[in-house]
């Protein structure tokens, strides 16, 4: 018997006044991975999650989180979920180590805050005021606030937005600790490399619709299968000898330069036996696969950075 999952959301509906924010939707999230609900500004997926956390009652629709109604049910859920909270709700004044021994004073069974804080990179900061964080400190807080309770789902809304590519590295890295400690992650981001990097399966919304929901090796294997290698050399034929192989769709030259487009597995050994077999001087190689941005756009006709 598999386990019923730890969210169920069924066509839930939410509107503000006359803009429909979420429109029927639906998805599952199962116990020990990381989901992500992916998409870009504006596609619902803060009005999703404040939902599935209680905090919004949807217009039509069931949740169901641990099986439970995350409204009706709220105390119940309170010790097992973690809410991440937003930077306008902690005063700029108070201390990292106040934050976490106040938040911790709101649980019956709070985890160790000292070890808590060790674990998310803090404890030097412990004694420094919230206000004197750097974005990337602010947000290990706020990982830290959210796992005050040692809860067995955490919900994590655009977490590493506005940080540099380093400091996002160090969330992703947490994110996946929280993970391997046996807990579920719930997290939204506008970021498809951050999905793409971090979650198990992503349900990709736009329009407040669902459009399509899989792992992301799954979406990318079903919508944009094609991939590309780019070959520069001066090798006469080269790109008559590529369009022969069987995995290749098509070969396009610009200048030195062949871009040969495929698929399959096979693919980059075809193309690497053909260098070899015509004894072609290569003076660079490479092959590009396509992303879970390239999903998007062949999904919704426009790429998510418009
Ligand atoms: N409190 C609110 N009042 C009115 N409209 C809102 C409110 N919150 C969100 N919206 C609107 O609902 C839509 C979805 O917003 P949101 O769920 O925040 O999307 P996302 O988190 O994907 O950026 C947007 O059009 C947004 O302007
Ligand atoms: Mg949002």
Redesign the pocket.
């Known amino acids: 018997m598999s386990s019923s999952p730890v969210v169920e959301v069924s066509g839930i509906r939410k509107t503000?006044?006359s803009?429909v924010?979420?429109d029927d939707v639906s998805f599952e999230v199962q116990e020990g991975e990381i989901f992500g609900l992916i998409?870009?500004?504006?596609?619902?997926?803060?009005?999703?999650m404040e939902c599935v956390e209680g905090l919004r009652r949807p217009d039509a629709g069931r949740i169901g989180v641990f099986g439970l109604d995350p409204i009706a049910d709220a105390r119940a859920l309170q010790t097992r979920i973690g809410v991440q909270f937003q930077q306008a709700e902690l005063q700029k004044r108070i201390k990292v180590r106040e934050a976490v021994e106040l938040w911790a004073s709101l649980y019956d069974t709070p985890v160790d805050a000292a070890r808590l804080l060790d674990q998310l990179g803090l404890t030097e900061k412990r004694d420094a005021r919230f206000m004197t964080l750097s974005g990337g400190q602010k947000q290990r807080l706020f990982i830290a606030l959210a796992l005050i309770n040692d809860p067995e789902l955490v919900f994590l809304d655009e977490l590493t937005t506005g940080l540099d590519p380093q400091a996002r590295r160090a969330i992703w890295e947490l994110v996946r600790d929280i993970k391997h400690r046996g807990k579920t992650v719930f997290l939204?981001t506008?970021l498809m490399e951050e999905a793409e990097r971090l979650c198990d399966r992503v349900a990709i919304?736009e329009h407040?619709r669902i459009v399509d929901h899989d792992s992301p090796d799954g979406l990318i294997a079903r919508h944009c299968p094609q991939r590309r290698i780019v070959v520069a050399t001066s090798h006469a034929g080269a790109a008559d000898a590529f369009g022969r192989l069987a995995p290749v769709d098509g070969v396009a030259t610009e200048g030195d330069e062949l871009t040969v487009t495929g698929q399959g597995d096979d693919l980059v050994t075809a193309v690497i036996h053909a260098i070899s077999e015509h004894r072609m001087q290569v003076t660079a190689f490479r092959t590009e696969n396509p992303t879970l941005e390239d999903v998007f756009l062949t999904l919704t006709g426009h790429s998510i950075r418009d």
Request: hydrophobic content about 20%; proline content about 5%; charged content about 5%.
């Open positions: 503000y006044g803009t924010a979420v998409g870009p500004n504006g596609a619902g997926k803060t009005t999703t939204t506008h919304i407040g």
